[in-house]
């Protein structure tokens, strides 16, 4: 077993991990491919490759480096998020330039994983490129992007670039079982992701998150009038609440770690501060990542209403919901109004990129969706 057993054994994967093995590593990498061709996992694989100490160029996805780099917390890999839509020409300058110019605190390499590098405007790929062209011979940056075009030719010309391909919904639920989901399990979690097979693969190993999923989705079900809307927005709210102070909770378990690891040595107080800032963005971006699961899956509900009125029972994604939707499809509400109301779930989703106040964009949602597309029976109680 090693860390590139979980990825979809591609061509394309299997030559980066052979790359990863050989002598003089790249520098710079661009992964390319559609969203859940398994961009992140691959980075992530890349960077416990550099680091592994047991299996050096490979990755044993088992001992402290291989561990603590999977789970995004080894003190020389560095996680670049956008903040809101852009990833600032600040974080490049102050967090990222500084950075790699220090040597690995622990590692063989320091590694740079920038997801979403498109989301750099152009004068943050533009303060980037010198670090790029003249690499510290420890230092691997590995960009992350849906969009070849949206990254300047200049960055694209310095780096070594790898196509992902998306992976097909059959292939998917084929590498889930193998990882030992049960059928009805994979099925569900392939479908649910749309082809996604990062996102997948979580729903298959935490069973609370199509739990969740199934609750909000089932959000709809109440929406009778205004007041039922607003109280379905505050538990959804309070829900996303909890999830992101779950995560703050380990989040300070993550700095007890670090103070352990470093002692009150050299650059200490940088890595603190690294850390502090580290874990602000990530909260920030499980909000938005939490909002957009639980309206992506109203709006594929809807979705499947519509689908199911033309017959299609095999393009529906909910199927754990089949037994509802009948119901709903029978429902003497125009098509018109279901497309609304996916499309308003999908806007109301867009608008968190740009910071949106949550609480009013989640309840003028649902005051929307009650009025177009009013549940089939009152629910009890
Ligand atoms: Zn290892």
């Known amino acids: ?15 980066v991990a052979r790359q990863m ?33 047991t299996l050096p160029g490979v990755g044993c996805g088992v001992c402290s480096a291989c561990s603590r780099i999977l789970r995004r917390r080894h003190p020389d ?10 990833i600032p020409v600040d974080v490049i300058r102050e967090q990222v330039i500084p950075e790699a110019s220090r040597s690995p605190f622990e590692g063989r390499y320091k590694v740079f994983v920038i997801e979403e590098a498109d989301r750099m405007n152009e004068a943050a790929q533009n303060a980037i490129l010198k670090t790029l062209e003249e690499p510290q011979a420890d230092t691997v940056f590995i960009l992350v992007s849906h969009f070849e075009q949206e990254v300047l030719e200049t960055i694209r010309s310095r780096c070594r670039i790898v196509h992902l391909e998306p992976v097909s919904e059959a292939r998917i639920i084929e590498l889930l079982e193998e990882d030992g989901a049960p059928r009805d399990i994979a099925v569900l979690a392939a479908r649910v992701s ?31 009038e205004p007041s039922d809307a607003f109280d379905a927005a505050a538990e959804l709210i309070e829900d996303i609440k909890s999830a992101v102070k779950e995560r703050e909770d380990l989040q300070k378990g993550e700095v007890a770690e670090l103070a352990e690891a470093m002692g009150e040595g050299r650059g200490t ?10 874990h602000k963005r990530e909260l920030r971006r499980l909000e938005e990542d939490l909002y957009g699961e ?41 098509d018109g109004a279901l497309v609304a109301a996916v499309d308003r779930c999908l ?8 910071n949106a106040n949550a609480a009013l964009a989640i309840e003028s949602t649902f005051l929307e969706l009650s009025r177009l597309v009013p549940p089939p029976e009152r629910v009890p109680g």
Request: charged share 25%.
């Open 21 to 53: 093995a050989s002598q003089g590593v790249a520098h710079a990498w661009l992964l390319l491919g559609p969203s859940g061709s398994g961009k992140r996992a691959t980075a992530l694989s890349m960077a416990a490759a550099l680091n592994c100490e």
């Open 269 to 278: 107080a940088h890595a603190r501060n690294a850390l502090a800032k580290r």
């Open 1 to 15: 077993m090693n860390v590139w057993d979980k990825l979809h054994r591609s061509r394309v994967v299997e030559g």
């Open 194 to 224: 749309e082809g996604d097979f990062e996102r997948a693969h979580s729903l298959a190993e935490d069973p609370n998150i199509l739990d969740r999923r199934r609750r909000w989705v089932a959000l709809s079900t109440r929406l009778h």
């Open 347 to 354: 806007k109301a989703r867009a608008s968190f990129r740009v």
């Open 77 to 86: 890999v560095h996680h670049i998020l956008p903040e809101g839509p852009l």
């Open 294 to 334: 639980a309206l992506g899956g109203l709006a594929s509900f809807y979705r499947d209403i519509l689908a199911l009125r033309r017959g299609g029972e095999e393009a529906v994604t909910n199927l754990d919901l089949l037994d509802r939707l009948p119901d709903w499809s029978a429902l003497p509400i125009p």
